[in-house]
């Protein structure tokens, strides 16, 4: 890596930073300058706006998640296991990033009634991941061990909905065994869609 990809990929990890505690719009050239001890010109050199600086820390965010949370998961059998693996990694990604905050879910909270490139990223990579979800349920359809008639999309939901409370009860009330609880729901999903035993 030379050294202006040293400096950019310097600039992004610190633009990570504050944008997982301050959020995207509390990310500012001037901030991330003055974290980085460096001029707003050099890092307006780097990134040539705002915007683009906040589209650059959404995709090294999504690129972080995507390593943790499915690619190790990809290694496990397809059905039940790799969906469990996916689930326990999104758990531990989203207690590790509880105390600091998780761009994905503040980036909602921030652009969800706005328009604009950053929306449009954020929506981009937020559909992209429900897909990843979505393939890995109608994988264990497939196998068998969902019911046929499942339908994966509101599967997909209802986990979003556990890795939302986890998130909540660990950020905001630093809720203790709120791991279990997020492991119990989903066992108690996953026999709401298992099949009928065949007698």
Excluded at 32 to 55: D, W
Excluded at 84 to 104: D, K, M, N, Q, S
Excluded at 170 to 177: T, Y
């Amino acid at each position: 890596m030379g050294k202006g990809e040293q400096t950019r990929a310097g600039i992004v990890d610190a633009a990570l930073q504050i944008a997982a505690q301050q959020g995207l719009e509390g990310l500012t050239i001037g901030q991330l300058a003055e974290h980085r001890q460096m001029s707003k010109s050099g890092v307006f050199a780097h990134f040539g706006s705002r915007e683009e600086l906040q589209i650059m820390v959404l995709e090294a965010h999504e690129a972080r998640f995507i390593a943790d949370v499915l690619r190790p998961a990809l290694a496990r059998p397809r059905g039940l296991e790799r969906l469990r693996a996916i689930f326990e990694a999104w758990v531990a990604r989203t207690l590790y990033t509880a105390p600091h905050g998780c761009i994905f879910i503040s980036g909602a909270a921030e652009y969800d009634d706005r328009s604009g490139p950053v929306r449009d990223v954020l929506v981009r990579m937020v559909r992209g991941w429900q897909r990843e979800l979505v393939r890995a349920v109608s994988q264990s359809i497939e196998s068998g061990q969902l019911e046929h008639s499942t339908d994966p999309e509101q599967v997909v939901f209802e986990l979003h909905g556990i890795i939302l409370t986890l998130h909540h009860d660990g950020r905001l009330l630093r809720s203790s065994g709120s791991a279990e609880r997020a492991y119990r729901a989903f066992d108690r999903l996953m026999r709401s869609f298992a099949p009928e035993p065949v007698f």
